[in-house]
């Protein structure tokens, strides 16, 4: 009977580095990773959409100060046109509010993937456990 004990005892104490893995978790772990790194695409292009916030709202600071027959070149791709001062604050501020659209819509786009990712992340982890890290090293 101790036999019995000892070869069940060996069963549960296996070693679990050979872990099969099926075309489905191939797949899950292949959609994960392409996620990832267009999580880390939108990361980036989400840094470049908040900086040029930034110089909008900090060019719409500056001009405050000026006199309001003084022209202000407004670079429209890659030709600087003068305008008066409000018709530069208005155009600042229309290229604010599209640059405010443009996060917004790669904020909603990064939470699809992320929400996905998460049940992905939850799915491989309960079928593979230790043996899957899908932590990113930031």
Not at 3 to 25: L, M, P, T, Y
């Amino acid at each position: 009977m101790a036999a019995k004990v000892a070869s069940g005892a060996n069963k549960v104490f296996q070693n679990h580095d050979d872990v099969h893995i099926s075309f489905e978790d191939q797949q899950r772990i292949n959609r994960f990773a392409k996620h990832n790194a267009r999580m880390d695409d939108f990361k980036a292009e989400l840094e470049m959409k908040r900086n040029e916030l930034k110089c909008v709202e900090e060019a719409l600071d500056e001009i405050e100060l000026f006199d309001e027959e003084d022209d202000i070149p407004f670079l429209v791709g890659e030709v600087f046109l003068s305008h008066k001062l409000g018709a530069t604050q208005k155009l600042l501020g229309e290229t604010k509010e599209e640059v405010l659209k443009e996060i917004a819509a790669i904020e909603a786009k990064a939470k699809v993937i992320k929400a996905e990712m998460d049940e992905l992340k939850a799915h491989l982890y309960q079928r593979f456990g230790s043996n899957i890290s899908l932590e990113s090293d930031d």
